[in-house]
């Protein structure tokens, strides 16, 4: 199944942000080839793996921060 693009007004809704805000995060992830932006927007192959790798930080530092207050 081929990966489908979404709208910007979707992302704002689910984002809960002003439109202005979205646009200029939108701008900046397609400056660093993070998204593409058509009729709407994708994740590119760099997104996917930006997001997989942040999420691994982010499961890292959860696993650290239990540890220390378990402690």
């Known amino acids: 199944m081929e990966d489908e693009g979404i709208s910007p007004t979707r992302i704002q809704f689910k ?8 646009m200029k995060y939108l701008e900046e992830m397609e400056k660093r080839e993070i ?5 709407s927007i994708e994740v590119t192959d760099k997104g996917k793996k930006f997001h997989t790798d942040y999420s691994k930080i982010n499961d890292l ?11």
């Open 15 to 22: 984002c809960n942000t002003s439109y202005d805000k979205l």
């Open 35 to 39: 998204i593409e932006k058509n009729n």
């Open 61 to 71: 530092i959860s696993e650290i921060s239990k540890t220390i207050t378990e402690e």
